[in-house]
């Protein structure tokens, strides 16, 4: 089955810096990857999402690029702020399959 | 808005007891899912459902049973609870296998086995 790696597993960075977690995949027939946000106490939820047709996709200061032949995924948050204080997680699935692979999660801490 | 809800939000059982664990989706979603969130491991798939009364295995399912007898209700049953399945369960549901759909999660449950 898919297995997805995320890196690091915590990151620190000052307030109004970029953020950059890293996936990495193993399954080539996976075409949708989705990027949850899971603030303390909270249930995760989802904050952006690729599929395997493009390259990159932007939202506010959140962005997801994707690269396809090295197997790999990252999320991107620029201008950091507090609130952007979570656990992230990154999954991949095969549209038409029910079920998302998920990693293991990183700890984002934002320091004012 | 979706709305995905769980029974409770922390329940405390013995070691031996049978234990069940309601989530109920007001959206109409075809599939519905358990997940076991532990520090350093992330989310784990016990077990999903893509319709009622059918049920797949997820990646560790050993130790827990499901139940979807109607398409809003997808229950996780420890048939005889363990200290080692003391965890946060969250559930979760999605419209359809088709086109990458959202996963919306409830609160979770906190369980605690003695």
């Known amino acids: 089955g898919e297995n997805v790696e995320q890196h690091p597993s915590t990151l620190s960075v000052q307030e109004g810096d970029s953020a950059v977690i890293k996936c990495t995949y193993s399954?080539?027939?996976?075409?949708?990857f989705p990027w949850y946000k899971q603030e303390l106490g909270k249930r995760p939820q989802l904050i952006i999402d690729?599929?395997?047709?493009?390259g990159e996709k932007k939202d506010q200061r959140i962005a997801v690029t994707l690269n396809k032949t090295a197997k790999h995924f990252s999320l991107h948050i620029t201008e950091t702020q507090p609130e952007d204080s979570a656990v992230y997680f990154c999954?991949?699935?095969?549209?038409?399959?029910?079920?998302?692979?998920f990693g293991k999660g990183n700890q984002v801490v934002v320091i004012p | 808005d979706v709305k995905v809800t769980q029974s409770s939000r922390y329940l405390v059982k013995r070691t031996g007891e049978k234990v069940f664990l309601e989530c109920v989706q007001d959206?109409?979603?075809?599939?519905m899912f358990w997940y076991r969130q532990d520090p350093g491991l992330g989310l784990r798939l016990i077990y999903f459902?893509?319709?009622?009364?059918?049920?797949e295995k997820g990646d560790i399912p050993e130790g827990y049973s499901v139940s979807r007898e109607k398409k809003e209700r997808f229950s996780l049953i420890l048939e005889s609870a363990s200290t080692n399945q003391t965890s946060m369960y969250l559930c979760?549901?999605?419209?359809?296998?088709?086109?990458?759909?959202?996963?919306?999660f409830g609160p979770g449950t906190r369980l605690t086995v003695l």
């Open positions: 979760a549901s999605s419209l359809s296998a088709g086109a990458g759909d959202t996963q919306y």
């Open positions: 399954d080539s027939a996976s075409n949708y």
């Open positions: 690729i599929r395997s047709n493009v």
């Open positions: 999954a991949a699935s095969i549209v038409g399959n029910n079920r998302l692979a």
């Open positions: 959206m109409d979603h075809e599939n």
């Open positions: 459902s893509y319709d009622v009364k059918m049920k």
